[in-house]
């Protein structure tokens, strides 16, 4: 990093020095540049000694304050290149008329809005770039400039263009704004045609004129039709539709048959007619954020694409899951669908929750028996209870059904409604309308309110509503006032919630005027963290408006209740193949009458092929239909009826089909009874009596399972050694616990270690390690990160658990305790806490705030700041994973006050670890608000914020080199050009550069680092979209390692 900043500045310094001596000699290394950058360097001249580099070819000095050119720089005989973009010029600068050999021209991003006719003098130049200025009209000197190839225009006021605009002859890209004038039929030779966000509402029909356009792009606009002449558009490739007004699909577009790219995403389209399939080129079709139901089964033998896009529309026709999994998922369901007969079908998944006793297991009774159905008062759900209930209410219902999970008090939350919930059901918070009083001001959050919060931070979608039981108890006067009370709670709660998030946003806001103009970041971060506060306000669903009111005793309220799921269920049918359905069938059998703990892959691949044609068996290869039988799965678990992990291999071949089993175990491991711990290690066939005392004392003390004791807590549920494996494996996968071996080599010392399970308080052995008052010759960087109701349950224990991926299997390193985690990681130590306090004095509620804090010491700055960037990444990745809709606030202590020991630190923004690029200003100082000291910048800024992204990318510029493969390249060339991030001509400059010599065999992983640095070099030229694009490509073709090297 050093480098390159000083590489910059040393280079800008020598010409300033030279400048002030005319008379000197130029230095030998100033002939040798070719290249000179000088961008984002807050420079509001260029010295006139630039004359000096007289070798120079490129010149990059975007984002600068130019608003003038020193007459020298059109001393320079073999500059090419000049990049201008992003400057202050309002004024075209006319020394530049003099440059007879640039070539490319950028003046994007100025203010511009007039062309001297000398730049007719430019005889050579190819492209020029003038988008993002204030041209009204159409620079008619720009028709002089005959050999121009490309010209970008877009973002300006331009109303017409000029018939003169024909002398350009050989222009091939071409992009503008605002109007299409009948001229623009002249430019025969148009390519490429950029007319996006513009108002648009009728088709412009000059344009089906241009006959040799390839990328035609008319998005933004307000299109809701397309001419039939379109068709005269022989050769066009690329068509981009999408924001537009279209509530048909556009049956015109079907004639042009050499279309490979036609994006339609986000307009109002609820039909793809049949048609479509004439596109028998078509490769990527882009159809997100419409209305469509039904997709055509023909789709399935359109043999070009590659890609469809359907995600965000209304489907039935294919599931939205089957849609998700991509245009493989989707052929595969069509045939399928061919073969089998359609069958509309629906089975929604009826989550009750609630207090204990409050009715839940005697309504699911009564909703499955269709009678009353009470359970006895011993009678208590351990954990999850599954019934299902099938409505067959007429004819037309017959596959309409329900699986009810009937969920016990507590513990549930404990282990994770993520695995048992899908986002697709729905949920009851069911309570005892007899014993709700609604004056006691504690029972509505007791009964109801902290249920509604907890699912609504874990599924913030998910339809909720209310059953209040017992109403056989309660006179009808005294329901109808306690429902009105209760409504009138939630609407208290409900404005309570608004209420922090108000309070919140001013707060912020407050912070954004307080915070100098100068600290840039600052600003940028408390921006996103507003943002971030509005899209968690927004993702806040109103729950059901009406109370149900059952008994299970007399079934009053039944039916209501019944009519209300029977619609709902209605409302989200979807067509699936008989084949699909009968696969349903059978493993809900096997749910039933089946002795099997699991199913094995053999066992599904049985249950489910059972029923298919033989024509169908025989047209698929083994690999097809396996990959069929992961559509299926994947669906019947996306609807609730098995358990299954498809994102872990080895736990791909197993389904859990019975929830008790998954559960019981997760009970039996998990439990913080003592009693019945130790009641099933005594009881094991496998262990002395001693031996149960260790495990006993390990487990509770420490959160240790050994192997060995998993299995003995497992043996009552007669699971096979296999079965315990993928338990063990299961219980990893969803974060439970982490392994880790006590010899080095030797692996049967194998041991799970739980968070969960920890009782022990802080070790005081930890206080010479990490005394409280940060030791002098030390630096403590630290995250907290705030809840305003509660620590949910499990996000701690998870958080805990990914932190061992930087520790190894050795347990040396860290030490944990009921609340936190010490341990050392990269030369740095770091502490993990949970607790809890009364710090936010802007708090609506009384109620205590809950934090997680990471704190790091250490001595080295970018060592540390590595540790609490990952720690935090983790953080927010479990949340955005598990509690998506959880309200929190996240602070960066002043490093000056921590070390202070002071009382209340003051809090920076913790969104400034969010940031990717560094804002417009550099800083040395941000001043501590509490206390007012200055403190260097670096202890508030990861390093990455000290430079621009432009720099982070000439830093990593030779690894990048080193790893980015071909086949990656290729994609994000094509991705660059769709964007029009890069032109033509450069991806043909960056494709041309020769290929290196490589001894790699497969395809897959040769790199090409020429190739890749070209690329990168032009990237540096772009826009911020350049970087994002890049992140986003990298990750997307299995390079995120590469993509993280950027953050
Ligand atoms: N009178 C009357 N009694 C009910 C009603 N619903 C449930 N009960 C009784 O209330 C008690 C608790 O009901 P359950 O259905 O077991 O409650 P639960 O919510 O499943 O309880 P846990 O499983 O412990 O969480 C039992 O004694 C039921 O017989 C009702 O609508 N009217
Ligand atoms: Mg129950």
């Keep these: 990093m050093a480098y390159i900043q000083v590489a910059h500045k040393q280079r800008l310094d020598l010409l300033h ?45 975007y984002n600068n304050r130019l608003s ?27 020394t530049l008329c003099d440059l007879t050999n640039l070539e490319e021209l950028d003046l994007d991003n100025n203010q511009l809005s007039d062309i001297p006719v000398d730049i007719t003098r430019l005889k050579v130049l190819r492209v020029f770039s003038l988008s993002n200025n204030v041209f009204t009209a159409f620079p008619i000197a720009l028709c002089g ?23 350009l002859k050989v222009l091939r890209i071409f992009s503008l704004f605002y109007s299409v004038p009948q001229s623009i039929s002249n430019l025969t030779h148009l390519t490429v045609l950029k007319l996006s966000r513009n108002a648009f509402a009728t088709f412009p029909i000059a344009l089906c004129s241009l006959t040799n356009l390839i990328e035609l792009v008319l998005s933004g606009n307000l299109l809701s039709d397309i001419p039939v002449d379109i068709s005269r558009l022989k050769v066009l490739r690329i068509f981009k539709l999408h924001n537009n007004a279209f509530t048909t699909f556009p049956t015109a577009l079907c004639g042009l048959t050499n279309l490979e790219k036609l994006d339609l995403s986000y307009n109002q389209l609820s039909d793809i007619p049949v048609d479509i399939t004439m596109l028998t080129k078509l490769e990527r079709l882009h159809l997100s954020g419409n209305k469509i139901t039904h997709l055509p089964h023909q789709i399935k033998n359109m043999e070009s694409l590659i890609r469809l896009d359907v995600d965000r529309n209304p489907l039935v026709q294919p599931p939205k899951d089957t849609a998700k999994r991509g245009l493989g998922a989707i052929k595969r369901y069509f045939e399928a669908l061919t073969d089998t007969k359609a069958i509309q079908s629906s089975r929604i998944q009826v989550n009750l929750l609630g207090e204990t006793e409050a009715g839940k297991t005697s309504i699911s009774g009564t909703l499955q028996n269709g009678k009353s159905t009470l359970t006895k008062t011993a009678d208590r759900t351990r954990v999850v209870e599954q019934g299902l209930w099938e409505a067959h209410e007429d004819e037309t219902d017959q596959n309409i059904g329900f699986n009810i999970n009937d969920f016990g008090g507590h513990d549930i939350y404990k ?68 429902c009105f009370a209760i409504n009138k709670q939630h609407e208290d ?5 608004k209420q922090w998030y108000q309070v919140q946003k001013k707060s912020i806001e407050k912070r954004i005027r307080e915070t100098p103009k100068i600290q840039a970041s600052l600003h940028q971060a408390y921006q996103s963290k507003s943002d971030k506060l509005q899209t968690l306000y927004d993702q806040m669903k109103p729950i059901h408006k009406d109370i149900f009111r059952v008994s299970s005793k007399t079934c009053e309220g039944v039916k209501v209740l019944q009519d209300y799921l029977i619609s709902f269920s209605r409302r989200n049918a979807e067509v699936l193949p008989g084949m699909w359905v009968e696969a349903a069938k059978n493993i809900c059998t096997k749910k039933i009458e089946g002795s099997e703990n699991t199913l ?17 068996k025989e047209k698929n290869s083994k690999e097809e239909t396996d990959r069929m039988i992961c559509d299926i799965l994947s669906f019947l678990a996306h609807r609730g009826d098995i358990i299954w992990f498809d994102r872990c291999p080895s736990l791909m071949k197993v389904v859990f089909h019975k929830q008790e089993v998954l559960v019981n175990v997760l009970k039996a491991v998990l439990s913080h009874d003592q009693d019945a711990i130790s009641e099933k290690l005594q009881k094991s066939m496998k262990i002395t009596g001693t031996k149960a005392s260790t495990i006993h004392e390990d487990i509770f003390t420490r959160g240790i399972i050994s192997k060995e004791a998993m299995g003995c807590l497992c043996e009552p549920f007669k699971l096979s050694s296999t079965e315990v494996d993928v338990m063990i494996e299961m219980m990893q996968t969803l974060e439970l616990c982490y392994q880790v071996q006590d010899h080095e080599y030797l692996p049967s010392n194998t041991s799970f270690h739980f968070p969960w399970l920890l009782t022990e308080e802080r070790q005081p052995e930890l206080d010479t390690k990490w005394p409280s008052k940060v030791p002098p010759d030390t630096t403590q960087l630290t995250l907290q990160v705030l809840f305003p109701y509660k620590c949910p349950d499990g996000l701690y224990e998870k958080f805990s658990v990914r932190q061992h991926k930087y520790l190894g299997l050795m347990k040396t390193k860290r030490m944990d305790w009921k609340d936190g985690v010490y341990a050392e990681v990269k030369k740095c130590k770091m502490q993990l806490t ?23 010491r250490g001595s080295k700055l970018s060592d540390m700041w590595g540790v609490l960037a990952q720690s935090h990444h983790d953080l927010m990745n479990i949340i955005e994973e598990d509690w998506p809709g959880l309200p929190y606030d996240k602070y960066l202590m002043c490093p000056h006050c921590v070390s202070e020991n002071s009382e209340h ?143």
């Design 145 to 167: 400039l005959t050999n121009l190839k490309e010209l970008y225009l877009s973002q300006n006021k331009i109303s017409g263009i000029p018939v003169d605009i024909t002398r």
């Design 68 to 94: 003038s050119l020193p007459q020298s720089i059109s001393n320079l005989p073999h500059l090419t290149v000049l990049i201008l973009s992003c400057n202050a010029f309002t004024t075209f600068p006319i």
């Design 905 to 1047: 630190p003051y809090h920076f923004p913790g969104e400034i670890l969010d940031l990717t690029l560094r804002a417009a200003s550099k800083l040395r100082q941000v001043t501590c608000v509490n206390t007012g000291v200055s403190i260097p910048a670096d202890l508030v800024y990861p390093p990455h914020l000290a430079m621009s992204w432009q720099e982070v990318l000439q830093i990593e510029k030779p690894r990048l080199c080193e790893k980015i493969t071909e086949p990656c390249l290729k994609d994000m060339l094509n991705k660059f050009l769709e964007e029009g991030i890069i032109t033509l001509r450069e991806d043909e400059m960056v494709r041309a550069e020769p290929p290196q010599h490589h001894d790699q065999t497969s395809t897959t992983t040769v790199v090409c680092p020429e190739k890749t640095a070209v690329f990168l070099d032009i990237l540096k030229t772009r826009g911020d979209e350049a970087f994002d694009l890049l992140r986003k490509c990298l990750t997307e073709n299995g390079q995120s390692d590469l993509a993280s090297l950027l953050r």
């Design 834 to 856: 949970r607790g809890a306090h009364q710090s936010n004095p802007d708090a609506v509620s009384q109620d205590p705030d809950w934090f997680i804090s990471i704190a790091v």
């Design 415 to 482: 282990i994770g409604h993520p695995i048992f919930i899908s986002k697709l059901g729905l949920v009851f918070i069911t309570f005892d309308l007899s014993k709700y009083d609604p004056e006691d001001k504690a029972h509505y959050q007791l009964y109801i309110g902290h249920w509604i919060d907890k699912v609504q931070a874990q599924m913030p979608g998910i339809q909720l509503a209310l059953i209040g039981t017992h109403i056989d108890e309660v006179m009808i006067q005294h329901v109808e006032n306690k």
């Design 600 to 616: 094995g892959w053999e066992m599904i691949k049985g249950l489910i092929l059972q029923n298919a044609p033989t024509s169908w």
């Design 17 to 61: 020095r030279l400048q002030l001596l005319p008379q000197s000699k130029t230095p030998d290394t100033v002939l040798k540049w070719t290249q000179l950058d000088i961008d984002n360097a807050y420079l509001y001249n260029l010295p006139e000694s630039i004359d000096r580099c007289t070798n120079v070819q490129q010149i990059y000095a």
């Design 493 to 497: 709660h409900l404005n309570k919630k």
